[in-house]
Structures are given as C-alpha cells and as structure tokens.
C-alpha cells in the first residue's frame, strides 16, 4: 500500500534539521511528502517553517513514510522503538553513530527490514559535508538506491562505502572538521605570535585552507607533487616542512585518527 509520506524522520535536531534544509530547498523532495517527529516542540517550530509535517507521534510517523530516517541519539533509541509498539518499518535510513545495522534490525524485530547506515558530518549544515553510506540492503533496487544517495547528495560529497569502514570513515571526515578547525586555530595563534592581528591571521588562514583543497579537488597533480610547487631548495616552505616532520605531524594526525577509529569501534560493539 502506497504510503502518504515519501520520507518520515524520527528525531528533529541539528543535523536532523541540516537534512530537511538540504532537501527541501534543493526542491529534491517536495515538503508535503516528508513527516517529522520529536519530543521537543521547540526543534519542530524550526523546521516547520519549511512546509514539512511535524508531530509528537513516532508511531504515526513511521506507519504513513516509506523511508524511516532515525535521526536520535543511539542512547535514546531503545525508546524511539518502544514508541514503534511492535511496527517494523521496510525502509530504513540510519545516522546514528556507532549503531550498526543488525543492531538496527534486530532492535526492531527483525523481519524484512532493510537498512542503510550513513555518517554525515558538521559542514552538511552547509551543503558542503562529506557523507558515507552503506546501501547495500538497497542494492537490487536501484530507485531506493538512488533516492537514499539523493538525500545525502543534497548535503555535499557522497560516498557508497561497504558498513565494516564506518569507523574509519568517523575518523576521517566524522570527526574531521575538529582536526581542521584545530589546525586553522593554530594558524591564526602562530599568525598573532608573528605580528598580524588575528582578523588578519584568520583571514589568510582560512583562505589558504580553502584555495588548497580546491586544488586538490582540481589540479591533476598528486599531493607529494603541490608540496613540492610550494617548497624551493633552501627557501621557507622547505624549513617549514622540516619542522613539522621532525615533530612528527603526520604521525600526530595518524595516532588522532586512530584514537578516534578506536573509540567508534568501543561505542559500536557496546
């Protein structure tokens, strides 16, 4: 039976509300087909204003959607299913971080539930995230398929990743933007230390970091290779670079990774 909601999301808050913006506006899904619900009336008012469905009733929600967005944290799931009373949806889409799928399913009831798991991160607020997804349960559905990537598609890079990389995936680009924003922050300090002021600092901080990932994204040149169109023999950016591996910066940024990697693995197996 054809359901009166393309998309139902359960759970209202920051990136919950980054999704409705990014669908809605891109005009990819019209806002009479998508539901909303939450505990908090609060964070309904935000996204009412975009023509979306909002209501308190969980149940409701995922009775009448065909796509099941659990957008809450993974503590609070066990009550959002209590709420279900038994209803197993069909569809399912997933950004809880560190639950995994067969968690899902088995939370549910099982059944013929399919699910795709998917880690957005911070800049999706802006249409500029980068977000993996695991589909595979949609695999032989290439409409499903091709709608779940839509969703995500609205907030920035998507990725098909296989479920078991979602940890690494949570290192990378999950928690990534602190890595960045904590790098632009030393920038800045080293800036101020050396003379500029820190509006002056930021601004040239920020730029540089924007203008050399679209090189990155463009220039047909391996990474190795832009380090070295910056570095001349005997000039500053070779100095520079010195530095940072004697103190050992890419292992730094690696251990970083790791210790995160490692944290997601704790939190997914719990």
Excluded: W
């Amino acid at each position: 039976m054809k359901k009166k909601f393309k998309l139902g999301v359960i759970g209202c808050g920051f990136m919950a509300s980054s999704i409705l913006r990014g669908v809605v506006l891109s005009e990819f899904l019209h806002e009479k087909k998508i539901i909303v619900s939450d505990i908090d009336e609060g964070r309904l008012e935000q996204v009412a204003d975009l023509g979306v469905t909002v209501c308190s009733d969980n149940l409701y929600v995922a009775e009448n959607s065909e796509f099941l967005l659990f957008a809450v944290k993974p503590q609070n799931f066990d009550d959002v299913v209590k709420s279900l009373d038994g209803f197993k949806p069909d569809k399912v889409i997933s950004i809880m971080a560190g639950v995994k799928k067969n968690s899902i399913k088995n939370k549910l009831g099982v059944g013929l539930i399919r699910v795709a798991r998917a880690m957005p991160n911070l800049p999706c607020s802006i249409g500029s995230g980068a977000i993996a997804v695991d589909m595979s349960d949609f695999n032989r559905n290439n409409d499903d398929n091709e709608f779940i990537y839509n969703i995500f598609n609205c907030l920035g890079a998507v990725i098909s990743i296989d479920e078991s990389k979602m940890d690494a995936v949570t290192g990378i680009s999950g928690s990534g933007p602190a890595y960045v924003f904590m790098f632009i922050d030393s920038l800045i300090d080293a800036g101020v230390k050396y003379g500029l002021t820190k509006n002056e600092a930021k601004v040239l901080a920020v730029q540089t970091i924007l203008g050399s990932a679209e090189m990155v994204q463009r220039d047909e040149n391996t990474l190795e290779e832009l380090i070295m169109k910056v570095s001349s023999k005997g000039g500053t950016t070779v100095e520079a670079i010195k530095s940072l591996e004697d103190n050992n910066f890419r292992g730094a940024v690696c251990d970083a990774v790791g210790a995160c990697v490692k944290r997601a693995k704790e939190l997914s197996d719990k």
